[in-house]
């Protein structure tokens, strides 16, 4: 069955520390798709990243990069340096390929990122 | 370029109005998605939309019905409101489905049912 657990409930660190959100999934496809989306205290969502599940490149984009892993069923994001703006909520989700032809995209419970001055 | 819009913003609702919640999108995306966003939860997927004149079934359609008659919108109707129902709606549109891709989504609306 799909799962998608986000260790962290909450983080709490300094400014221009690192920190890196853990991401664990479960799924018996082998096509699926891994996001992570940013929700800040306004309450938008903001799209991050997605990945493939043939694609284990790690990727960095500025100060976020992501680390994903098959073989631990992990897809963890690091942000270098955090600043006080990276305060928010951060959500993993796990989309798989139905046989229909659709999909189901199941998210995790998220993990509330604070970063102190 | 307004991305993606809903409407309204805001909403009270009795239990057992009907109401229908727009989204819209001028990035001439062909997916289209609604979730609900419930506190201290993650999103769910409600219904989704691979194209103009298709829908599809989410993660907790019931309670829910969709339309996409037109490419860049996508409806998200209550037939009968329940507090359950109580949550914040956003909408989401992305350009593929396969490989990389973004997905934009809507500011969210806030829907209280008593």
């Known amino acids: 069955a799909q799962k998608v657990t986000q260790v962290q409930t909450e983080i709490s660190v300094v400014e221009k520390e690192d920190v890196t959100l853990d991401c664990v999934y479960e799924?018996?496809?082998?096509?699926?798709?891994l996001f992570w989306y940013k929700q800040p205290p306004s309450g938008e969502l903001v799209f991050l990243i997605r990945r493939n599940s043939f694609d284990e490149q790690n990727e960095i984009s500025g100060r976020y990069s992501w680390n994903f892993q098959k073989s631990t069923s992990s897809f963890n994001f690091t942000i270098t340096a955090s600043q006080v703006v990276d305060s928010a909520v951060y959500f993993c989700?796990?989309?798989?390929?139905?046989?229909?032809?659709?999909?189901?995209?199941?998210f995790g419970a998220g993990t509330r990122l604070f970063v102190k001055a | 370029n307004a991305g993606v819009t809903q409407t309204p913003k805001f909403r009270v609702l009795k239990t057992g109005q009907s109401m229908t919640l727009l989204c819209a999108q001028d990035?001439?995306?062909?997916?289209m998605y609604w979730y609900r966003q419930d506190p201290g939860m993650g999103l769910r997927l409600i219904h989704y939309?691979?194209?103009?004149?298709?829908?599809a079934k989410g993660e907790v359609p019931d309670g829910y019905n969709v339309s996409r008659l037109k490419k860049q919108n996508f409806l998200l109707g209550l037939e009968s409101a329940a507090p359950s129902q109580t949550s914040v709606y956003f909408c989401?549109?992305?350009?593929?489905?396969?490989?990389?891709?973004?997905?934009?989504f809507g500011p969210g609306t806030r829907l209280l049912v008593l």
């Open positions: 939309s691979v194209g103009e004149g298709t829908t």
């Open positions: 990035m001439n995306h062909e997916y």
């Open positions: 799924t018996r496809d082998t096509t699926y798709y």
């Open positions: 989401a549109s992305s350009y593929g489905q396969g490989g990389r891709e973004t997905q934009y």
């Open positions: 989700a796990l989309s798989e390929v139905g046989y229909t032809g659709g999909f189901k995209t199941i």
